[in-house]
């Protein structure tokens, strides 16, 4: 699941030995080797201006449109074809935000600290290498060809923990929807977020039940303590949950163990084999 983090979408593309542990295999395989990887990008424009300085926006913050543009400091017009053309590519994918509109109907007043809100989508990339270069990789890359790594291992150490996240929270949604297809499917799945918070899962099921997701790739056991605050985020929101379903990469203390039911799923590492069948 790790390396799939780092290094899914380019199997086919890069020989990789994945019988060492991560940090060995950024150390002693991509380092010294970092224009074969840059080789594999394609199309091999992405590593030019506009597009690098615009997915080096995308994978080092929340993700958000206009987050994205302002970090990149690409005017939206321009933002838009861009992200056009890598959404058409395949390289990336825009996540449409769930959250009710401000207005009801047009003539509808919206309170005054609301009036510079605006509701955006969020833009992901399909493949998490693709991520992982463009967001810890690409911004050292002329430092590292030239064997200068310090900058770009501190940003690794301090950020990997991140990056492999978000890849266990796709599977973890891919884990969940395969959860309930057979007697209750989802029809509307993904993240959630809206002006009070964000959320790694909401689901909603055929039969109308809200399922509310928590994902945590820490090194370890989640407390109920987690719960309480999700609770307290999906009451911020106005969410009426119906379940809970919490992710664990290092699995549960024994106090939410003796609270799992029909109420509240718990999901560790071991359960995602069911998406290798």
């Given at each position: 699941?790790?390396?799939?983090?780092?290094f899914?979408?380019?199997?086919?593309?890069?020989?990789?030995?994945?019988?060492?542990?991560?940090?060995?295999?950024?150390?002693?395989?991509?380092?010294?080797?970092?224009?074969?990887?840059?080789?594999?990008?394609?199309?091999s424009?992405?590593?030019?201006?506009?597009?690098?300085?615009?997915?080096?926006?995308?994978?080092?913050?929340?993700?958000?449109?206009?987050?994205?543009f302002?970090?990149?400091?690409?005017n939206?017009?321009?933002g838009?074809?861009?992200?056009?053309?890598?959404?058409?590519?395949?390289?990336?994918?825009?996540?449409?935000?769930?959250e009710?509109?401000?207005?009801?109907?047009?003539?509808?007043?919206?309170?005054?600290?609301?009036?510079?809100?605006?509701?955006?989508?969020?833009?992901?990339?399909?493949?998490?290498?693709?991520r992982?270069?463009?967001?810890?990789?690409?911004?050292?890359?002329?430092?590292?060809a030239?064997?200068?790594?310090?900058?770009f291992?501190?940003?690794f150490?301090q950020?990997?923990?991140?990056?492999?996240?978000?890849?266990?929270e796709?599977?973890?949604a891919?884990l969940?929807?395969?959860?309930?297809?057979?007697?209750?499917?989802?029809?509307?799945?993904?993240?959630?977020?809206?002006?009070?918070?964000?959320?790694?899962?909401?689901?909603?099921?055929?039969?109308?039940?809200?399922?509310?997701?928590e994902?945590?790739?820490?090194?370890?056991?989640?407390?109920?303590?987690?719960?309480?605050?999700?609770?307290?985020?999906a009451?911020?929101?106005?969410?009426?949950?119906?379940?809970?379903?919490?992710?664990?990469?290092?699995?549960?203390?024994?106090?939410?163990?003796?609270?799992?039911?029909?109420?509240?799923?718990?999901?560790e590492?071991?359960?995602?084999?069911?998406?290798?069948?």
């Amino acid at each position: 699941m790790e390396f799939f983090a780092f290094f899914g979408g380019i199997e086919w593309s890069v020989e990789i030995d994945f019988f060492d542990d991560l940090d060995e295999v950024v150390l002693h395989q991509v380092l010294p080797n970092v224009e074969t990887f840059a080789a594999a990008i394609s199309p091999s424009y992405l590593l030019e201006e506009p597009y690098r300085k615009l997915l080096i926006a995308i994978a080092r913050g929340d993700g958000k449109l206009l987050n994205v543009f302002r970090r990149a400091r690409i005017n939206e017009a321009a933002g838009g074809e861009l992200l056009s053309e890598l959404v058409d590519l395949g390289i990336l994918l825009l996540e449409p935000s769930r959250e009710a509109p401000l207005k009801e109907h047009p003539k509808q007043k919206v309170k005054k600290h609301l009036r510079n809100y605006r509701i955006q989508p969020k833009v992901r990339f399909r493949a998490p290498f693709l991520r992982f270069w463009f967001g810890f990789v690409e911004p050292y890359r002329r430092d590292i060809a030239q064997g200068k790594t310090g900058a770009f291992l501190e940003n690794f150490r301090q950020h990997q923990d991140r990056c492999a996240s978000l890849s266990f929270e796709q599977l973890s949604a891919d884990l969940l929807s395969d959860y309930f297809r057979e007697h209750d499917p989802l029809l509307s799945e993904g993240s959630y977020w809206d002006r009070h918070s964000e959320f790694d899962l909401l689901g909603i099921s055929h039969s109308g039940k809200v399922i509310l997701g928590e994902c945590k790739y820490k090194g370890r056991k989640i407390c109920k303590n987690e719960l309480n605050k999700l609770k307290e985020k999906a009451l911020h929101s106005g969410i009426s949950v119906d379940i809970y379903a919490l992710f664990s990469k290092n699995g549960f203390s024994n106090e939410l163990i003796y609270s799992r039911g029909e109420k509240l799923l718990l999901f560790e590492v071991e359960d995602f084999r069911r998406l290798l069948g």
